[in-house]
């Protein structure tokens, strides 16, 4: 059982690059999400998408786009990378919106630096 | 709105000792209550959780009690081993009955490192 796959894991853009974080679950989710995570910073929303067709903003949206292709796909797009946008991002996904007591998935985090 | 405060640490444990992380929240109505686990390198995975009142959560010699009069979830365990050393998450997720607004929020995050 696969859970919640990211690619790649690792990366390196130059400044004004683009790039797609692809993220697949295999767990028939409705919910997913992408985080990313800073030093001293904890974990920060970026989009999430609480079921098929629908996605809405986080904390940090800008800088971001998201599509989710499927019940299964959410990826993130960043359009014209900034040295800022260097972190760990995250997908997570969990079963459906509302329902508080559902555990959240994780993927095991994809390495961006933006020089 | 809702948040989380946790101590930042980062917290450093001798083998056996005793393990507190004081984890406070605010939110409306009844929130559930997480505890993920990041080791090194990987994402983070849940370590317990509770979902009303005086639930008490536990795994791996883990426990947390939700409690609501004092907006509380700490993290407790009675004799630490190295193989605890990772960040720990405080979390909480909104009130099914009163928003159907799907987001879970994390603390900052509590480095714990255990050394023999």
């Known amino acids: 059982n696969a859970g919640v796959t990211q690619t790649p894991k690792f990366q390196v853009l130059k400044t004004g690059q683009s790039m797609t974080l692809q993220c697949a679950q295999d767990?028939?989710?409705?919910?997913m999400y992408w985080y990313r995570q800073d030093p001293g910073m904890g974990l920060r929303l970026i989009y999430y998408s609480a079921s098929e067709g629908t996605t809405d903003k986080g904390e940090v949206p800008n800088g971001y786009n998201v599509s989710r292709l499927n019940k299964r796909e959410f990826s993130l797009r960043l359009e014209s990378a900034a040295p800022s946008q260097t972190s760990v991002y995250f997908c997570a996904s969990r079963k459906s919106p509302g329902l508080s007591g559902n555990t959240i998935y994780f993927g095991e985090g994809s390495w961006l630096t933006v020089v | 709105g809702n948040s989380v405060t946790q101590m930042e640490g980062p917290v450093t444990l001798s083998e056996e000792a005793f393990l507190t992380i004081n984890c406070t929240y605010t939110?409306?109505?009844?929130?559930?209550l997480f505890w993920y686990v990041q080791y090194p390198g990987e994402g983070l995975q849940l370590l317990l959780k509770?979902?009303?009142?005086?639930d008490k959560g536990s795994n791996k010699g883990f426990e947390a009690t939700y409690r609501k009069e004092t907006t509380s979830f700490h993290l407790e365990k009675g004799s630490v081993q190295v193989s605890d050393s990772a960040v720990y998450f405080c979390a909480l997720s909104a009130d099914a009955m009163k928003t159907s607004y799907d987001k879970v929020i994390f603390g900052p995050g509590t480095s714990l490192s255990v050394i023999p």
């Open positions: 939110a409306t109505g009844y929130p559930s």
């Open positions: 509770a979902t009303k009142a005086d």
């Open positions: 767990m028939n989710h409705n919910s």
